[in-house]
């Protein structure tokens, strides 16, 4: 396979690559800095940072605006610049029960263990575009701050904001496990997680593989697969309900070179999912259930969930369709934009074979000419 | 905790790159190797910090990388040591190492036993970073300026893609032989390893796999 470079418009690419800058550098509004785009749109950041796989808001904001708001071309900013920072550790792993919670939904159970955290979410919002001015806003935005602030100190000195309980609540998946309605697929080994960053994953590779793949696959693509498999032609899901719906803080700890034991270096957001499949295959266990898992970086629940339910989709399919095929290879962002934005460079050697293998055909049936059409 | 010397923890200090020193070495470097036997220099002011053949190793190394330090450096800094605590990289012998860096003088055979990876994976194939005195683009006729005239050196002609028609360059500190075996390490292609010849001065030339080498003159010290 061969494409003809580009070539020969230099000057013509060199004063496109300009327009682009001129316009974007000099547009006559107000210079949009990192902090506004991080905290007014935070969550086009979250979903770069996670499809960019690294964890830097401000990177990720500088990013989208060098990108100018398209979030597959920040993506592909921060992966490339991400290639070029070096390792310094690894972080020793974290149980996914040391996540801080800031939101946290069951929807499977009225009352789980631990609380139904609504948090910020417009899940219950009608959907109204609000055309409201800018100083209205800021009005709003200085009532609604005041009070906030109220209650805060109201709530001071009665009952704490959330207790460590609340704040890392135990699972449904815990009480499902004691009631002996889950399928126990948990392993004793502990094999290395396959590295995505180092090594392509194709079909046959360990769940680890695949689950990377999904925490840093294009959100959209991910969404689409899903719904491919419950109105679209694949159906590989029965009936999915959400176990877990989680959005907080997970620590990243280090060991520390000197002392040996591990020290926490910073921290990230995710975003955690446990998807309940009911089981209904002919040579499943049909008594109980099995649990799908999604995690990606920041606050992006629609991937998690696609991710939980594609994960346990694959593991019910066991290879026998393409469906891991499509996860592992067809969800990447910068692989199928990349692919596809190629289409516009040069192809004139490409197509002028294509052309002259027409003519050859031609040539060599020269009946298929004078045949009426 | 093991005291470091003075000079050690200088050197390591003075070896650490900034992502964006990191970035514009991996660009010359590519450079080099998409136009064999063009010079290219190193960024002036990382190349002063360190012997400039470890510039490349310690922009693109981390702990994922097994690097092979070999020779001796006129500083007497332990140099291998300051590039494992700069870039946390591994370090390894020169025939599994995935960089090697030669700071002094290297043999046939010590070329011969490179990693070359295989068709499947060429990418195993190591990058080798050969130091040397001079580098000269042409075929060393008044290579030099004053203050080496007599420094041995040979001349190699240079074929292959990035290459219009062939070039000659013409290299001191670095003896024929050990071009002669670079030359038989990359004759299955696309297995093979892609070399950077780097000048005390920071000049580079690289050889990546693809080229063909060959010698066309050698003069030794004292001969002129």
């Known amino acids: 396979m061969g494409y003809a470079a580009a070539r020969g418009g230099l000057d013509a690419i060199t004063a496109a690559e300009q327009l682009v800058r001129t316009l974007r550098l000099a547009a006559p509004s107000d210079w949009l800095d990192g902090d506004q785009i991080v905290e007014r749109l935070r969550l086009a950041v979250d979903r770069v940072m996670g499809e960019g796989g690294i964890w830097d808001e401000q990177l990720a904001a500088m990013a989208l605006r060098q990108a100018e708001g398209d979030l597959i071309e920040a993506a592909h900013l921060l992966r490339s610049y991400r290639s070029t920072l070096p390792r310094l550790a690894y972080s020793e792993p974290v149980e996914a029960d040391d996540l801080t919670v800031l939101r946290r939904i069951v929807p499977a159970f009225r009352n789980p263990p631990g609380p139904q955290l609504l948090g910020r979410t417009s899940d219950y919002t009608g959907r109204l575009l609000e055309l409201i001015d800018d100083d209205r806003a800021r009005e709003e935005a200085d009532k609604l701050t005041a009070a906030r602030r109220e209650r805060v100190r109201a709530a001071a000195g009665s009952a704490p904001a959330g207790t460590r309980d609340e704040r890392r609540p135990q699972r449904l998946m815990t009480l499902l496990r004691d009631m002996d309605l889950l399928v126990d697929r948990r392993r004793d080994d502990d094999p290395e997680p396959f590295d995505i960053t180092r090594v392509p994953a194709r079909p046959g590779a360990p769940r680890s593989a695949r689950l990377a793949t999904m925490a840093r696959a294009e959100t959209g693509a991910l969404v689409n697969l899903w719904y491919r498999n419950i109105l679209g032609p694949d159906g590989y899901l029965h009936e999915i309900t959400l176990g877990e719906v989680r959005h907080g803080w997970l620590p990243v700890p280090v060991v520390h070179p000197h002392t040996g034991h591990p020290v926490e270096v910073g921290r990230v957001r995710v975003t955690e999912v446990e998807a309940i499949e009911d089981l209904d295959g002919l040579e499943e266990d049909r008594t109980r259930f099995d649990v799908g898992y999604g995690l990606c970086f920041g606050h992006n629940e629609r991937k998690a969930i696609a991710m939980a339910n594609l994960d346990i989709a694959c593991d019910r399919d066991a290879g026998r369709s393409a469906l891991e095929q499509s996860v592992l290879l067809t969800t990447d962002g910068l692989d199928a934009a990349g692919f596809l934005e190629h289409l516009k460079l040069p192809h004139y050697v490409t197509f002028r074979s294509m052309v002259e293998r027409k003519m050859a055909v031609r040539a060599a049936r020269p009946a298929l000419q004078e045949e009426p059409s | ?224």
Not at chain 2, 22 to 40: I, N
Not at chain 2, 55 to 70: G, K, N, R, S
Not at chain 2, 147 to 156: F, Q, S
């Open chain 2, 1 to 224: 905790m093991t005291t470091v010397s003075h000079d050690l923890a200088a050197a390591i200090v003075a070896a650490r790159l900034d992502p964006n020193e990191s970035q514009v070495v991996f660009r010359r470097l590519l450079d080099a190797l998409a136009r064999p036997g063009r010079m290219v220099w190193l960024p002036a002011d990382v190349a002063r910090r360190v012997p400039p053949a470890l510039v490349p190793i310690l922009a693109l190394c981390d702990l994922e990388v097994t690097c092979c330090v070999a020779g001796d450096h006129p500083t007497g800094v332990d140099w291998a040591e300051v590039v494992a605590v700069a870039t946390g990289a591994r370090r390894g012998e020169a025939h599994e190492a995935a960089w090697v860096v030669v700071l002094s003088s290297s043999s046939p055979h010590d070329v011969a036993q490179l990693r070359r990876g295989t068709a499947l994976a060429p990418e195993q194939g190591t990058r080798l970073v050969h130091a040397c005195r001079q580098l000269h683009v042409g075929d060393g006729e008044q290579p030099w300026s004053s203050d080496d005239p007599l420094e041995a050196h040979v001349t190699i002609e240079l074929r292959g893609p990035g290459v219009p028609d062939r070039r000659r360059i013409t290299v001191a500190g670095i003896k024929a032989d050990v071009f002669e075996a670079l030359s038989q390490v990359n004759e299955s292609f696309p297995a093979g390893v892609d070399t950077w010849l780097v000048a005390d001065s920071g000049a580079l030339i690289g050889l990546p796999r693809t080229t063909q080498i060959t010698v066309t003159a050698q003069t030794r010290r004292g001969a002129h």
